[in-house]
């Protein structure tokens, strides 16, 4: 008998991890932060549902991988 295997695409076989994450009880979705031009790169921030930046100290958008 063939054996069928969950999609890695199903949502309902991810794990713990890819479950909403909230900073100070807000939702927050992951967004393309591109600060060159300020001397910050590139990498992913966090956004809440209102669609302003989180920011941390020195006026820089936290990362969304440290929340």
């Known amino acids: 008998m063939l054996k069928t295997s969950t999609s890695k695409n199903d949502p309902t076989a991810r ?19 591109v600060g060159s031009a300020l001397g910050h790169g ?16 020195g006026d820089k958008p936290v990362a969304f991988s440290d929340i």
């Open 15 to 33: 794990g713990p991890a890819q479950r909403d994450k909230t900073f100070n009880g807000k939702k927050v979705k992951p967004v393309l932060y």
């Open 42 to 57: 590139r990498y992913m921030a966090a956004q809440d549902e209102g669609g302003k930046l989180i920011m941390g100290e």
